[in-house]
């Protein structure tokens, strides 16, 4: 992978959550070819270190640590074992992210015959359950909360720091039948605005990206049909999207690395960029 813009990283300690997914992982990468020692947090250690070893085979800097990012210990320890190796945090991407099944509804719109047809194979708004939308809300954005508490408070100690924030284009439109994920999203395009000011005196930027529509591990069931062709959700976003695709990871690089830049965005922060493909701008007429 060749990153598209190069900035200096060198001696930097950058953080990823979530580092062992698709979109987080190219983003760990990225950060590495710039200079900077990667720590990739994941739930599954070995997907962390899958990551990391394909990083360190180029010839750059990474490792690979456990975290659960709604246990504070966990987050702590992990950044302890981060610290012993590379220092403190310059750099924190809350990438830690997902939705649930028990916060999503089978259908798209209320059926106007739900009392008098009701179907027990399939979840209505009536049927979500509230521990799967707090689930879904905890993962998004207390996991988000609490990595930023535990990883900030060297940067706020030094004087200097980068958050960046994973938001979606969910925040922007709210998807049918995922109620959980897109409150979840939408409070962290609103945490991010508050956080960037509360930390703006100590130094610290904090910023956001909003993706658009990547096929990934988790939404490929939903999006692609097994012989790989597009299912008639998938092909709902590609029309309302006007570039008429969906993103792959290395889109997301530019923002991610200009964001991340003290001399590209040193007066950047607060900001919540839609990486989309125009699906945000386009009103379908």
């Known amino acids: 992978m060749s990153v ?15 580092g062992g997914g698709i979109l987080c992982s190219v983003m760990a990468s990225a950060l590495a070819e710039c200079g900077a020692k990667v720590a990739i947090l994941d739930l599954r250690k070995e997907a962390a270190d899958k990551v990391a070893e394909e990083i360190t085979a180029k010839g750059f800097i ?18 302890e074992e981060i610290k012993a190796a590379y220092g ?17 509804t089978s259908d798209e719109t209320m059926p106007k015959d739900i009392f008098t047809n009701p179907q027990k194979d ?34 706020a100690a030094n004087g200097s720091g980068v958050v960046l924030n994973i938001s979606s284009m969910n925040a922007f439109r709210p998807l049918t039948k995922i109620p959980a994920y897109s409150a979840a999203k939408a409070a962290i395009s609103n945490f991010t605005q508050w956080l960037a000011v509360h930390m703006a005196p100590v130094g610290i930027r904090v910023n956001a990206i909003a993706p658009g529509f990547f096929i990934t591990n988790q939404n490929k069931t939903l999006l692609t049909n097994p012989d790989g062709s597009f299912t008639a959700r998938a092909n709902k976003i590609v029309n309302h999207t006007p570039m008429r695709k969906f993103g792959v990871p290395e889109d997301l690089l530019g923002t991610v690395l200009f964001l991340i830049s003290d001399k590209a965005a040193s007066f950047v922060t607060g900001t919540v960029i839609p990486i989309d493909g125009g699906f945000s701008a386009y009103s379908g007429v």
Not at 88 to 104: E, V
Not at 123 to 141: E, R, T
């Open 4 to 18: 598209p813009l190069h900035i200096d990283l060198a001696g930097k300690t950058a953080v990823i959550t979530g």
């Open 88 to 104: 403190p945090c310059d750099i924190l991407i809350n990438g830690a992210g997902g939705n649930h099944p028990k916060g999503t």
């Open 62 to 79: 990474a490792m690979g640590v456990a975290c659960n990012v709604l246990e504070r210990p966990s987050i702590e320890a992990a950044y």
């Open 122 to 155: 399939k979840i209505s708004f009536y049927d979500l359950d509230p521990a799967g939308i707090q689930f879904v809300f905890n993962l998004n954005f207390i996991g988000t909360l609490l990595t930023t508490q535990v990883l900030t408070k060297d940067m």
